[in-house]
């Protein structure tokens, strides 16, 4: 069989990395998933393609793009131009940015730093991380009381990038039984075309880290 064209680096607890799949597998476009732990990601072979460091980094042929949302934005303007993922339209798509950014931030420094700490030692404090997820967890309850997904009527690459560290914010300690609307939107994302859970964590200590 061909080498699929396109290339994820990732690892199989890395949220960043499973938004990716999520959108890949929806769009149906075949790829490969490169493991990338650790000790890949400090390598000179892997620092020539992210000199951050980071996962995930996409390669389509030629072109090599590191990070998780700006490969969202590429995979569904050049494989989906048009459709309801990215829109074009000004205000709907600064809808999506919104919630790109917030991915990017609360999300990151919230349940996604949470996690790293409860199940990989991250050195980082639980309870900031606790506080920032609580403000974002309150704020998503609210504003998916107004509407199904985080954009507007429609599921967008701005539900993707939000999905995998939401949905595994108990590995961090924080519950989501207080956010039943967040909960039914978990649920909505779950049911979309292809969709594939992000592996658990494992137990403390038992990885090195998530990626
Ligand atoms: N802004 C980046 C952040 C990605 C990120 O934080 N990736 C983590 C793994 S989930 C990573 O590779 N961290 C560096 C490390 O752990 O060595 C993105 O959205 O892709």
Not at 74 to 91: C, F, K, M, N, T
Not at 104 to 113: E, K, N, R
Not at 142 to 166: F, K, M, N, R, V
Request: charged share 20%; hydrophobic share 45%; proline share 9%.
């Amino acid at each position: 069989m061909d080498e699929p064209r396109i290339i994820l680096h990732g690892t199989e607890y890395s949220g960043h990395a499973h938004r990716v799949v999520l959108l890949l597998r929806i769009l149906e476009i075949p790829f490969r998933f490169a493991n990338a732990p650790d000790e890949v990601r400090r390598s000179a072979e892997f620092l020539r393609l992210n000199p951050l460091g980071e996962i995930p980094v996409l390669q389509d042929g030629v072109l090599v793009l590191p990070d998780s949302n700006a490969i969202l934005v590429y995979l569904a303007r050049r494989y989906a131009p048009g459709s309801q993922w990215l829109p074009d339209e000004p205000v709907a798509v600064a809808r999506v940015q919104r919630w790109l950014s917030i991915a990017a931030g609360q999300l990151m420094y919230g349940p996604s730093v949470a996690r790293r700490i409860v199940q990989w030692s991250y050195p980082a404090d639980h309870r900031q991380a606790v506080e920032i997820a609580g403000g974002l967890l309150r704020f998503m309850e609210a504003h998916l009381a107004q509407q199904p997904y985080l954009a507007g009527e429609e599921a967008t690459i701005a539900d993707l990038a939000c999905y995998s560290y939401t949905a595994h914010a108990p590995e961090g300690g924080i519950s989501l039984e207080p956010y039943p609307n967040v909960r039914r939107w978990l649920a909505r994302v779950e049911a979309l075309p292809r969709f594939q859970p992000m592996r658990s964590s494992p137990l403390p200590g038992a990885a090195a880290s998530p990626g």
